[in-house]
């Protein structure tokens, strides 16, 4: 191999790295992972927007028992479930992560509520976050801001 593409090897993976480290990014406290956290774009005048995340314990039980940021007046912990063919979204106090286990803060299940928003939230924006656990303690992390994922169209998955 060349030293030309050598350098191209080179280029190419360092490409490739940037691009991997984008998208994921995590974070540690004690035992628990914290990983990929993310929100999406809001529309101009909304002052709601969402933030979601992975939690990994490999300690003892704790739980996520708050989480602020700069970037909104307050940040809640919410449940989502659905009851029937209704909707129900629930502030809590905590999300308990047991020993061995990941709790997904994701669309459709419990997520934070940044509420009171100072900007919109545009797609590229890296916002911190402080999450506080009862007992691994308090951490900074970083939301960025995403466009959703395309969805598969259904049609297309389920064609005969």
């Known amino acids: ?95 308990e992560i047991a020993t061995g286990q990941t709790v997904e803060l994701k669309p459709g299940g419990y997520h934070l509520m940044l509420m009171g928003l100072k900007t919109p939230l545009k797609v590229g924006d890296q916002i911190p976050l402080t999450l506080k656990f009862e007992k691994a303690g308090e951490v900074v992390v970083t939301i960025k801001v995403e466009e959703p994922k395309p969805q598969p169209d259904a049609a297309a998955v389920h064609s005969h």
């Open 1 to 95: 191999m060349n030293s030309q593409h050598i350098k191209k090897a080179i280029a190419g993976a360092t490409l490739a790295l940037a691009a991997l480290s984008a998208v994921a990014h995590s974070y540690k406290l004690g035992e628990i992972d914290i990983g990929h956290p993310y929100a999406r774009p809001t529309r101009e005048g909304q002052t709601v927007g969402a933030g979601y995340l992975k939690l990994a314990n490999k300690g003892p039980v704790d739980r996520l028992v708050a989480a602020s940021s700069a970037a909104a007046g307050t940040v809640e912990i919410h449940s989502m479930s659905m009851e029937g063919d209704v909707m129900k979204m629930r502030q809590v106090d905590a999300v």
